[in-house]
């Protein structure tokens, strides 16, 4: 593949030069359009020499880019890299949902990179006792979050029931008061596993076609209060 990479990589950059020598003329333009296209193609350009870059370093130079330093689009140039299970490379953001019992989704955070969520684990707990004022009294999470450090925090911080999905080495005992517990807080998790998959269906949640990082924020937020509107309206209508 190096040949033919090599070859797109040469085409790339006559794009760009055509692209510069435009630039060169569209500066001496005064008309309020030229000028607004100076901006978009001075962006462009910029982007596309990072994706040159990265490719020659990658490809012909067989060397590892870290994750943080590639361009994966151009378009939405804020898109990280998610490696998911270490099997499936997906492109966009971590968002990381808590709801409770009310069928209201409680808090919604957005995450830069591609943080473990094992280290996620504790920063969400105290977010929601930054948010009510108190600690959770019991927490169903995801099995990426469980581990024996986030269990004991977990627990000192008042906490009295945490039930991770997959135990990972973890005992029912430790986690739960009872086995009747853990089997409650395991079916209240794989509900909010259906609340996400209906923000998907339902509400556009899979995909943003909003466009920049600050506009992918407000997208996400705007569909959590729109889903939470409609549990509202569900409960006043029953």
């Known amino acids: 593949m190096v040949g033919p990479y090599k070859d797109l990589l040469r085409v790339a950059l006559l794009v760009v030069d055509d692209a510069e020598r435009a630039l060169g003329a569209l500066e001496s333009c005064v008309d309020r359009d030229a000028r607004l296209l100076v901006g978009a193609l001075q962006d462009n350009i910029e982007m596309a020499l990072g994706v040159v870059d990265q490719t020659a370093r990658r490809v012909v130079q067989n060397e590892r880019v870290p994750s943080d330093e590639k361009i994966v689009s151009?378009?939405?140039?804020?898109?990280?890299?998610?490696?998911?299970?270490?099997?499936?490379?997906?492109?966009?953001?971590?968002?990381?949902?808590?709801?409770?019992?009310?069928?209201?989704?409680?808090?919604?955070?957005?995450?830069?990179?591609?943080?473990?969520?094992?280290?996620?684990?504790?920063?969400?707990?105290?977010?929601?006792?930054?948010?009510?004022?108190?600690?959770?009294?019991?927490?169903?999470?995801?099995?990426?979050?469980?581990?024996?450090?986030?269990?004991?925090?977990?627990?000192?911080?008042?906490?009295?029931?945490?039930?991770?999905?997959?135990?990972?080495?973890?005992?029912?005992?430790?986690?739960?008061?009872?086995?009747?517990?853990?089997?409650?807080?395991?079916?209240?998790?794989?509900?909010?596993?259906?609340?996400?998959?209906?923000?998907?269906?339902?509400?556009?949640?899979?995909?943003?076609?909003w466009k920049g990082r600050r506009s992918f924020g407000s997208y996400v937020w705007l569909t959590v209060v729109a889903a939470n509107l409609k549990v509202l309206a569900r409960a006043a209508t029953q």
Not at 185 to 196: K, M, P, Q, T
């Open 74 to 209: 151009i378009f939405e140039p804020h898109t990280d890299i998610i490696r998911k299970d270490r099997r499936d490379t997906l492109y966009g953001h971590k968002v990381f949902l808590t709801g409770g019992a009310s069928g209201l989704i409680l808090d919604c955070t957005i995450e830069a990179g591609n943080p473990a969520d094992a280290t996620l684990a504790l920063p969400m707990l105290e977010r929601q006792k930054a948010l009510y004022g108190r600690p959770p009294r019991q927490a169903a999470l995801d099995g990426g979050f469980a581990s024996k450090d986030n269990l004991s925090a977990a627990k000192s911080r008042g906490i009295k029931d945490v039930c991770f999905a997959k135990k990972r080495g973890l005992t029912v005992e430790r986690m739960c008061r009872s086995q009747w517990v853990y089997d409650r807080l395991r079916r209240f998790r794989a509900g909010v596993e259906s609340v996400i998959s209906w923000l998907k269906r339902a509400l556009g949640f899979d995909r943003c076609p």
